[in-house]
């Protein structure tokens, strides 16, 4: 007999889990090994958002088996190259890239010594990688043509995520995934503890092996029906909530769609600005604490500028951290509600995407398998989420801004985690190198148990294993944000100048030659309608 999924909740972490699952074990519905049912409210109201991703989005479309024209016609999608951000150095319109590609000269990388030891005139990022000078000039990563520019570039998407959602959902339920429209009213659990059944409002009820819950903050199954407990880590992120605001082109085309996304940070957070084919998808980040609605709202129309009073806005209610163990039973709570922190690092998607890759690798054949395949989950997940919440916390303590108290509570020590903090003191003695990703055992560190807290789940430290940043990402973000200032390693006064390698400059010479703008691509092989420049936003740079 086969197994059953049962997945409660759509939206793109619904639909993600469905479709990889289906596409993963399944081999999308051509040979199926196990059922998939997924229940979707037809009461909670779908939002679209703007989404950006990062690389692992591209083994979620080859796994499912839609290719990147569809992809983008679908999603009114754009090619990402990298994140761009403004002001948080700083609040005097500096601002630096974190790129994907990088260029490797040798078996051994001293970039960062050879930077350190130059005048600094040229930014760091930008004698690793053309990556920036190409999304200052707003060009596409691929040719109109065959490629023939050498290594290709690396890049992930831009996208309309309720367009995902219905994109994945079509295909499917077309390979053999039951769609169900009703609420769950309640979560029946067997002896051990394990979910038996979910009843439906409309007097049905589906059994599973399998239960995934995809409900949001609700958590349904994870929470209300297991109680599994959940980890605050607003210490180190303050920021609560957003406001997001949609921006269509029709009135309000800025020239040009930014082969990027743009982090800009305002007065008491950040605004995400991310450019699709007919709209862009812009929010502001916020804490509570710091400023109210009505002046966070009033700062985010600013940063567009115009008028764009008859624009409607919504304000996205969040908490940042997650639960003590995803998996729990025969349950595995993907997406919000197993945990979530802020999408600095375009990070909103990436849990899901692992929560869906994950579990087709620890799949039980049976119930004797449960509790080892969810050890392994857990433990893989609290990494991945720790690596992640580091990453971010590392963005805001590096600041320099004073201008307000909620930048200057950010860098205070009580807000930058422990295990960030032990890398900081290693990386003024050396620059970040592979081996610091092969454990958490930095000196000075405590070793001890420091999620003790945590009921039954993993209780062990965590290990940045660098699988989602490695060394060059921190490296981008660290010399970008003059890392190297707080140990005093100032430019000497007879430096040489700071360079760039010729095959940077040869790249970026072809480049120029040979790439196409962001926007021709997506009109010439997307069919994307061309529009009449407005007004460049008051917020870019």
């Known amino acids: 007999m086969k197994k059953k999924i049962v997945i409660v909740g759509g939206g793109s972490s619904g639909w993600m889990v469905a479709a990889y699952l289906n596409g993963a074990i399944n081999r999308n519905g051509n040979k199926p090994k196990v059922e998939i049912e997924l229940i979707e409210s037809p009461d909670i109201p779908r939002i679209s958002v703007g989404e950006a991703t990062v690389l692992s989005i591209r083994h979620i479309l080859s796994v499912v088996g839609i290719s990147e024209i569809d992809f983008l016609k679908a999603t009114d999608g754009s090619f990402k190259q990298s994140i761009k951000y403004v002001n948080w150095l700083r609040n005097d319109n500096s601002f630096y890239y974190h790129p994907f590609n990088r260029l490797n000269t040798g078996p051994i990388d001293t970039s960062v010594q050879q930077w350190l030891a130059s005048d600094r005139s040229i930014p760091f990022v930008q004698t690793c990688s053309a990556q920036p000078d190409i999304c200052e000039l707003g060009l596409s990563p691929q040719m109109l043509g065959k490629w023939n520019m050498g290594a290709p570039f690396s890049y992930a998407y831009h996208m309309n995520a309720q367009k995902f959602a219905d994109l994945l959902r079509d295909l499917s339920v077309k390979r053999g995934v039951k769609h169900t429209l009703a609420n769950v009213t309640q979560v029946n659990l067997k002896d051990n503890g394990h979910i038996q059944s979910v009843d439906l409002d409309i007097e049905s009820s589906v059994t599973g092996d399998l239960f995934v819950d995809c409900t949001g903050f609700k958590a349904k199954l994870i929470d209300e029906a297991l109680n599994v407990g959940w980890e605050d880590c607003s210490q180190w992120l303050l920021c609560d909530r957003a406001i997001a605001m949609h921006i269509p082109y029709e009135t309000y085309y800025p020239g040009m769609v930014r082969p990027y996304t743009t982090a800009t940070a305002l007065s008491n957070g950040w605004v995400w600005d991310i450019p699709m084919q007919n709209q862009r998808s812009i929010g502001y980040v916020h804490s509570s604490a ?60 990436y849990l899901s995407d692992l929560g869906a890759v994950m579990l087709a690798q620890h799949f039980p054949q049976d119930e004797s398998q449960m509790k080892a395949m969810a050890f392994r989950y857990n433990r893989i997940h609290s990494n991945k989420f720790y690596e992640i919440l580091d990453f971010i916390n590392m963005h805001y303590c590096l600041t320099q801004r004073t201008d307000t108290e909620f930048w200057r509570t950010v860098q205070q020590e009580e807000h930058i985690t422990d295990r960030l903090l032990a890398k900081f003191d290693f990386w003024k003695k050396k620059p970040p190198s592979p081996l610091d990703f092969e454990d958490q055992a930095f000196l000075g560190l405590a070793q001890s148990n420091q999620a003790s807290h945590l009921t039954g789940g993993d209780i062990r430290p965590s290990v940045d294993t660098a699988g989602i940043w490695d060394k060059s990402n921190y490296q981008y973000i660290l010399y970008s944000m003059e890392f190297e200032k707080r140990y005093g390693a100032l430019p000497l006064e007879n430096a040489p100048k700071t ?36 007004a460049v936003p008051n917020g870019w740079v």
């Open 290 to 349: 710091f400023i109210d609605s009505e002046q966070a709202e009033r700062e985010l129309r600013n940063y567009q500028g115009g008028d764009i009073d008859k624009l409607e806005s919504r304000t996205i209610f969040f908490k940042v951290g997650r639960r003590h163990q995803v998996w729990k039973g025969n349950c595995i709570a993907v997406g919000l509600s197993g945990g979530f922190i802020e999408p600095l690092e375009s990070t909103g998607l």
């Open 499 to 534: 360079s760039r390698s010729p095959l940077i400059l040869q790249r970026l010479a072809l480049a120029k030659e040979r790439l196409p703008s962001h926007e021709q691509w997506l009109q010439q092989k997307l069919g994307m309608q061309q529009y009449v420049k407005i």
